[in-house]
């Protein structure tokens, strides 16, 4: 297969670009390539002739959302729209990466693919209506994923929680982490693999939800990636409502995939997970290594 990928230096786009290339004919696309935004500049995505094209572009800082509602519909709606045009008009595949904060958190359960998406912030509203416009391509998935780590680091906000974390922790600062609020933490190296599986055993087209399995508070996350780098830190719990946010936050968004498993696709569970990426960043002594 020819796969484009859209935002191929990001955090998800470097594992997608890495785990693809195995017996596919990948090409990369960064934001100097293509504009999501602009219809035109996406024409080039023809010139690709691709089976499928993943669009992990997305304006995902959910705070400057409130502030920027229209650049995150820019990019996180029309974007998808465009993309989603350009794949019908060359019979492609249309990949788009979605977010667990389409989800309100009152259902206090980890939502599944079929549960009805009621997003409380901008920039859940905005990935909403990305999904939309990405069904309107027949050929579509829509892959839903949360909290990422992954080695590159998160594209525009400077690495992840898991090296914020151990940064604070090595300069002896104090740290302060809220614990009413629960997702399932995901190693993009994990859902790029996912999201690959997904593509080459052609699974029916729709709506799948790609994080690790099992879920935490970011507090209890935060103990984790402390515990098993040997590092202590003076942690303490917080509430959401202590915090100077901008944007509403679900107090639950953990995801489970209720689809995956019947087409033979598993995903591992979020603490395995969190092992090996501390291993690649060597933030582990050799024998806590795997």
């Known amino acids: 297969m020819r796969i484009v990928v859209i935002g191929s230096n990001g955090q998800l786009g470097t594992d997608l670009m890495k785990v693809l290339h195995d017996g596919n004919e990948v090409i990369g696309l960064t934001h100097r390539d293509v504009e999501v935004t602009n219809y035109t500049s996406c024409l080039r995505l023809k010139d690709c002739g691709p089976d499928v094209i993943i669009n992990t572009a997305a304006f995902h800082k959910t705070d400057q959302c409130e502030d920027e509602p229209l650049k995150a519909f820019s990019v996180n709606a029309l974007?998808?729209?465009?993309?989603?045009?350009?794949?019908?008009?060359?019979?492609?595949?249309?990949?788009?990466?979605?977010t667990d904060y389409?989800?309100?958190?009152?259902?206090?359960?980890?939502?599944?693919?079929?549960?009805?998406p009621s997003p409380i912030n901008t920039y859940g509203i905005s990935k909403l209506a990305g999904e939309l416009y990405t069904r309107q391509d027949p050929k579509h998935y829509v892959v839903r994923v949360a909290s990422?780590?992954?080695?590159?680091?998160?594209?525009?906000?400077?690495?992840?929680?898991?090296?914020?974390?151990?940064?604070?922790a090595k300069k002896g600062e104090p740290i302060s982490?809220?614990?009413?609020?629960?997702?399932?933490?995901?190693?993009t190296r994990d859902a790029a693999a996912t999201i690959r599986s997904i593509i080459e055993a052609r699974v029916p087209y729709?709506?799948?939800?790609?994080?690790?399995?099992?879920?935490?508070?970011?507090?209890?996350?935060?103990?984790?990636?402390?515990?098993?780098?040997?590092?202590?830190?003076?942690?303490?719990?917080?509430?959401?409502?202590?915090?100077?946010?901008k944007a509403r936050r679900p107090s639950f968004s953990?995801?489970?995939?209720?689809?995956?498993?019947?087409?033979?696709?598993?995903?591992?569970?979020?603490?395995?997970?969190?092992?090996?990426?501390?291993?690649?960043?060597?933030?582990?002594?050799?024998?806590?290594?795997?």
């Open 102 to 116: 389409v989800f309100d958190g009152f259902k206090h359960r980890p939502y599944a693919e079929d549960d009805v």
């Open 177 to 187: 982490v809220v614990n009413d609020m629960w997702m399932s933490p995901t190693y």
């Open 79 to 98: 974007g998808a729209r465009n993309v989603a045009r350009i794949c019908g008009e060359v019979g492609a595949a249309s990949v788009f990466i979605s």
């Open 206 to 245: 729709g709506v799948y939800h790609a994080t690790n399995r099992g879920y935490c508070t970011w507090f209890q996350f935060a103990k984790e990636i402390l515990k098993l780098a040997g590092l202590g830190a003076t942690l303490t719990p917080t509430k959401t409502s202590q915090q100077q946010a």
């Open 254 to 290: 953990a995801l489970k995939s209720a689809k995956l498993a019947k087409h033979g696709i598993q995903v591992r569970e979020w603490k395995k997970a969190l092992v090996d990426y501390l291993a690649e960043k060597e933030h582990l002594s050799r024998s806590q290594r795997p």
């Open 148 to 168: 990422l780590f992954g080695l590159a680091g998160a594209s525009g906000k400077g690495g992840n929680f898991v090296e914020t974390m151990i940064a604070k």
